[in-house]
């Protein structure tokens, strides 16, 4: 998804620099592919001072970042009786403290010059899915603190978020249990990252959207059971 969002931005002639925390050799690729002084960081957004020295790698090569997107997540399942406290707070680094710190930093990096940030939850913030406890609760915080974030640092920044649905489904997914996803959409099909790269491209470019939160599920945050 991060590939997808990279390179649509790039196609609009953007600069683009992509993170990476193990993928070192996907994000070389990526650079190579998109040229146009595409550079790529290694950094671990789980750590305290993961964030902040992201950025400042940035601003060592001249790079200040007129928007961030923050798409890095974890996916831990596990349902609540099998979460420990460490992968509780693992989950919680990762899927939300990661963007709090960015958005800090950022702040602090751009100053008057302002900027744009974008976060990728997805629709387990709206669902709560029971598998996924940790990770659910962290994506529904991420929808609070992008809309926290958008009047803390208004006027000069804006705060958005896209909630993709069933976009990318997990390699070896039998065709039965897409097909059973697909249906539980309004459009009764699966979505492709290129839809949630679309929604990013929105709001970088809607100069007037502010703590918005886009979801890009085919309609699957209205899908009810029957008498549910």
């Avoid at 196609?11 to 683009?16: D, E, I, K, L, S």
């Avoid at 592919?33 to 595409?38: F, M, P, S, T």
């Avoid at 979505?191 to 929604?199: I, S």
Wanted: net charge neutral; aromatic share 6%; glycine share 10%.
């Amino acid at each position: 998804m991060g590939a997808a969002i990279a390179r649509r931005l790039a196609a609009r002639g953007a600069r683009v620099a992509i993170h990476y925390h193990s993928s070192a050799r996907e994000a070389d690729a990526l650079v190579e592919e998109l040229g146009r002084g595409a550079a790529s960081f290694q950094a671990d957004l789980s750590s305290p001072t993961g964030p902040g020295n992201l950025l400042s790698r940035c601003a060592d090569v001249g790079l200040s970042p007129d928007a961030i997107v923050q798409s890095a997540a974890s996916f831990l399942k596990l349902p609540l009786a099998e979460t420990t406290a460490e992968q509780w707070d693992a989950v919680m680094a990762m899927n939300l403290r990661a963007l709090f710190l960015l958005a800090r930093d950022y702040g602090d990096l751009r100053g008057p010059q302002g900027g744009q940030i974008v976060a990728i939850a997805d629709s387990g913030a709206h669902e709560l899915w029971p598998a996924y406890f940790a990770h659910c609760v962290s994506k529904a915080a991420v929808l609070s603190l992008v809309r926290a974030l958008a009047k803390a640092m208004a006027p000069g920044f804006r705060v958005n978020a896209v909630v993709p649905g069933p976009v990318l489904a997990p390699d070896g997914t039998p065709d039965s249990q897409l097909a059973a996803i697909a249906e539980r959409t309004l459009l009764g099909r699966m979505g492709e990252p290129r839809h949630v790269a679309q929604a990013v491209e929105f709001l970088l470019t809607c100069d007037y959207a502010t703590g918005a939160v886009v979801d890009i599920t085919g309609g699957a945050h209205l899908w009810r059971r029957p008498g549910g």
